[in-house]
Structures are given as structure tokens and as C-alpha cells.
């Protein structure tokens, strides 16, 4: 493995501003902590909004040039960016384990996935249509043609360090677009150390900017306000993304949301059993719990829920917690201290009122954020848990009878991001999936992430997709031109 030291020691800490590396106008720096510690890890330039200013002035500078450059050039500037991605893979894996805690393996997998962005964009750029066509009437043509949005903002949250940024840059510069990348503050070595990737690419100085900063409003809040930028594109939990969209209105700014979720895993009684909870550790244990797609709410058919209680518990019995970079470790702690005890306060609602402990269902003593794998059984409907985000290693089960008992569960929530249905019918797993009403539904799968197809969620988990075909269209406008 990687020396930690070493890593630390040669990770770009300012902020990338023009292709440079420059220190905050302030001259602030603000601390990253590691969660399986709560140490310090290394310090970092905090951006002011002077520096945001800054940013969207080269951004807007070189807006007209990056939109000209042929499409060839800008897929091979990305194509690059992901080759040198994976020749970086272990700086990147470390750096996700170290700043964010998950174990090392999910970190690799991570570096895969938020890679494959960079590759996927390189190919979608040179493939962006429009049309031409007759008018019905005979009396003209229609031409129809996508050009880019402009200088875009991009908010990204601490929970996949890379991935979550890579899924806004790579089709933003494939579309034309240059932008602004605000990462999480518990989280921006990952985007920092991307940064210099994209500067050994050969990506044009002016075309992305990356931006830490301890005080997010404060960097924002103007930038929002500038004429200059034409996107805003986040990724959140949905209190901030309906702050930032209050905001956006003002200016009509165009707008993609990529915010909470609050999964139903739906096990029928025709599924296989074993492929269930292999499925429910993935969909639920994924990253320690804390992704938008976790399954948040377990729905078993009474007639198989203490089969299924069982041989969950047994699984969640076994996991290795502990600080992710050690071998074997397949639970890391939790981001901050913070979040560990919202998870807790919620594990604590749902016993109040009557569910049961069949494993875990306490903070881990010692150092670090971790929180023990739990296992809740015989959850009530007004347990704040099946209401809320739990983002934490805490499975909630829940029985219900029949498959109308099962979709009215599953869409009693105001999110609407991913589900998961467990059956062997496939009538049944379509008839299901059409009445979920959500953006990304797996059948018989826990892991449905895939840089082919299109991410996002309904209701208030979003609006727009990331990835696949659809995520070009984020930073495209249409444009109708009217021949005679
Ligand atoms: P968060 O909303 O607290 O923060 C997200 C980002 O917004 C961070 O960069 C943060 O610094 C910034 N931010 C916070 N307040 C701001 C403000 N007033 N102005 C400007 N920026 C501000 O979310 P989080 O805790 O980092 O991430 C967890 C949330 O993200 C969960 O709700 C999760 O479901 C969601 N998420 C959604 C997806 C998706 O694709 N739908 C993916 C990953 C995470």
C-alpha cells in the first residue's frame, strides 16, 4: 500500500484556479479530518468569494474558445483524464479511505466507477445530434441544433469523492461547457488531486476550477448571482438542494438536482431468499450505508420476514468494522461525529416506539466515527427511520402482505430515488417496478449504479439524470432555427 505520509505530502492542497494551483486570496486554510480517527489530516486553502469570482471570470474567459474546440479534441483531453485516473489508482483509492473512511476495496471500485465518467463522456462527446425537417405546413425548415449551456457551478457532497464529481465534469466538458467544482469540505483531497490529473491531460487553463471552502454560502450565494454563470448542477442532501433552487429561481439559472433518497428494498414471497439478502447487504452496506441509493426501508412479506430477519442478522453479525484502510475491513466509520448521532437518534426513535434490536444498535467505543452494524425488526410506520435518510449501517425490516401492501409502503415517502424488488415472477417484478414511483428501480439486483444508464430520482430526489445517453443533455441547449 501506498505510504500515507508520502501521499499526504505530495497532494495538491491549494486551489486550482486558471490551471494553476494558487493559495486562497484570504490566505485561509481550513483542516480535513479523518473519520476512523477524527485526526487531522492535512490542511487545505479555503476559497472566499473573492476566489469564486476569480474562477468564473477564466470560466467565462474561456467559455467561447472550450465550446469551439472540436469535440474530437475535448473527448481526448477526458479519454487522457481517465487513462491517467487508473495509472493514479491507489493515490486516489487511499486518499477516498483516508478523508472519506471507506474500506480500500470500495475506494478501488469507486476509482473504477467514477473513472469510467471521464471514458463514457470522451465517447458521448463526439456523438451529440440535432435534426432537420420539414415543416407540416410545407412553409419552412427546422433545424435543430445543441449547443452548450455555459460556465457551470457544481456542488458535490463528501459520500463518493470522486465519482460524484466526475459524473458533472466529464459531460460538462464534453458538452462545451467550462466549470466550477465545489467539493464537500469534509472531502476535497479527491477533487484536488483530479485536478492536476485534468492539468496533465492538457485540459486548458481556464476550463475547470476546483474549489474547497470551509463556508459554502459564502463562495456561492454571489456566483448564483453572476450573470456570468448559466448552471448550477448539485448533488445533496434535499434541504440544501431546495435552498440553492430558491436561489436559482431568482435568475431562472438552469438547474440539475441530484438529492436525498429513501430506498424501499421490497423482498415478495417468491423471491430467492439467499439472492434477497445478498442483494440487501449490498444495497444496504454499500459505502457503510451512506449512498443516496442505500435501501433505507426493508419490506418483507410476513409470510418469509423471519427467514429473511435471520440470515440478514447473521450477515450483518460477521462484518469487520474498522478504520478502512486495514485489510479485511468492510465497515468504516461514519463522515463526522455529527452524522453518527443523527443515525444513532434515529435508531433510538424506532426502539422507543417498539422495534426490536436483533444485532448492533450502538455507537462502536473508541476512536473514530463508527457505528455498529443494526439490524431493527418490527419497525412501526411512524418510526422517523422509514421517513428519513438514515445514511449509516443501520437496516430497518418491515413486514407487509401482498404486493398493493408493498407499493403503497414503498411510495409513502416525498423521495423518489432508487427501490429494489426482490421476486422470481417476472410479471410481477414489471407490474411492480411500473406502479414505484421512482427514477432507477433494480430487480433482483442490490447494485444498480452504471455509467451507461440514467441516474436521478423523482419527486424530492431530483430533477435531471447523471450518466448514460440522457447526462450530455444536463449541459445542452436546444436550439431551433427557423430556414425557409
Ligand atoms: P449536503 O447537502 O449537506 O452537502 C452537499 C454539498 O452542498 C456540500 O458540498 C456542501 O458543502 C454544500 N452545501 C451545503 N450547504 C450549502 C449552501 N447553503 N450553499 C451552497 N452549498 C452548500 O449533503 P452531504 O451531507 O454532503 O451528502 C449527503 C446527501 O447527498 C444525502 O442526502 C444523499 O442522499 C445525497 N446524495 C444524493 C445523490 C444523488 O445522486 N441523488 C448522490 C450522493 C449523495
Known amino acids: 500500500m501506498r505510504d500515507i505520509d508520502a501521499l ?4 495538491p492542497t491549494e486551489l486550482w484556479i486558471g490551471g494553476e494551483q494558487v493559495p486562497a486570496s484570504e490566505g485561509r486554510t481550513f483542516p480535513v479530518h479523518n473519520p476512523a480517527t477524527g485526526d487531522v489530516l492535512i490542511e487545505v ?64 471500485a469507486e476509482v473504477t466507477y467514477g473513472g469510467e465518467f471521464l471514458r463514457w463522456f470522451s465517447e458521448e462527446a463526439v456523438r451529440v ?23 457551470t457551478l457544481a456542488i458535490t457532497p463528501w459520500n463518493f469523492p470522486l465519482a460524484m464529481g466526475t459524473r458533472k465534469i ?10 466550477l467544482v465545489k467539493p464537500a469540505a469534509e472531502t476535497p483531497l479527491t477533487m484536488l488531486l483530479l485536478g492536476q490529473i485534468f492539468k496533465e491531460a492538457g485540459l486548458p487553463g481556464g476550463v475547470l476550477a476546483v474549489l474547497p471552502t470551509s463556508q459554502p454560502a459564502a463562495l456561492t450565494e454571489p456566483l448564483f ?9 448539485f448533488t445533496g442532501s434535499t434541504g440544501v438542494g431546495k435552498t440553492l433552487l430558491t436561489q436559482a429561481a431568482t435568475r431562472v439559472l438552469q438547474s440539475s438536482m441530484e438529492l436525498g433518497g429513501n430506498a424501499p ?3 415478495f414471497d417468491d423471491a430467492d431468499l439467499d439472492a434477497a439478502v445478498e442483494g440487501a447487504m449490498a444495497a444496504k452496506m454499500r459505502n457503510t450505508g451512506e449512498a443516496c441509493t442505500a435501501a433505507n426501508r426493508i419490506y418483507v412479506d410476513n409470510s418469509v420476514l423471519d427467514e429473511f430477519t435471520e ?33 444513532d437518534d ?23 466515527y463508527f457505528y455498529e452494524p443494526t439490524v431493527l425488526t418490527n419497525v412501526p410506520a411512524d418510526a422517523r427511520i422509514l421517513r428519513e435518510e438514515v445514511f449509516g449501517p443501520v437496516a430497518a425490516i418491515r413486514g407487509f402482505d401482498g404486493e398493493d401492501d408493498a407499493v403503497a409502503a414503498a411510495n409513502n415517502t416525498e423521495f423518489g430515488l432508487a427501490a429494489y424488488i426482490y421476486t422470481s415472477d417476472l410479471g410481477r417484478a414489471l407490474r411492480v417496478s411500473e406502479a414505484l414511483e421512482c427514477g432507477m428501480v433494480g430487480v433482483n439486483r442490490g447494485i444498480i449504479s452504471d455509467v451507461a444508464a440514467p441516474f436521478g430520482g423523482v419527486k424530492e430526489s431530483g430533477i435531471g439524470r447523471e450518466s448514460g445517453s440522457e447526462g450530455i443533455e444536463e449541459y445542452l441547449e436546444v436550439k431551433y432555427t427557423a430556414l425557409p
Not at 499526504?8 to 497532494?11: E, I, M, P, V
Not at 475535448?74 to 487511499?94: G, K, M, Y
Not at 448571482?225 to 448542477?233: C, E, P, S
Request: with cysteine.
Open 129 to 151: 445530434n440535432g435534426r432537420y425537417t420539414r415543416s407540416p405546413s410545407g412553409n419552412g425548415r427546422i433545424l435543430v441544433s445543441k449547443q452548450p449551456v455555459g460556465p
Open 170 to 179: 466529464a459531460p460538462a466538458l464534453a458538452a462545451g461547457c467550462t466549470m
Open 45 to 108: 486553502a479555503d476559497a472566499s468569494a473573492a476566489d469564486g469570482a476569480t474562477a468564473l471570470a477564466a470560466a467565462a474567459d474561456s467559455q467561447r474558445t472550450w465550446a469551439a474546440t472540436p469535440a474530437r479534441e475535448r473527448a481526448e483531453i477526458l479519454r487522457r483524464a481517465w487513462e491517467l485516473v487508473n495509472v493514479c489508482r491507489d493515490d486516489f483509492a487511499l486518499l477516498m479511505t483516508l478523508e472519506m473512511g471507506k474500506p480500500l476495496a470500495e475506494s478501488y
Open 225 to 233: 448571482a453572476d450573470r456570468r454563470l448559466r448552471k448550477v448542477t
Open 311 to 343: 440470515k440478514l442478522t447473521t450477515r450483518m453479525q460477521a462484518l469487520k468494522v474498522g478504520p478502512g484502510h486495514l485489510d479485511g475491513t468492510q465497515v468504516g466509520p461514519l463522515i463526522t461525529e455529527k452524522q453518527r448521532t443523527s443515525v
Open 346 to 368: 434515529l435508531v433510538r426513535d424506532a426502539t422507543a416506539k417498539g422495534a426490536f434490536i436483533m444485532t448492533g444498535g450502538a455507537k462502536q467505543v473508541g476512536e473514530g
Open 8 to 11: 499526504l505530502a505530495s497532494l
Open 265 to 267: 428494498f421490497v423482498v
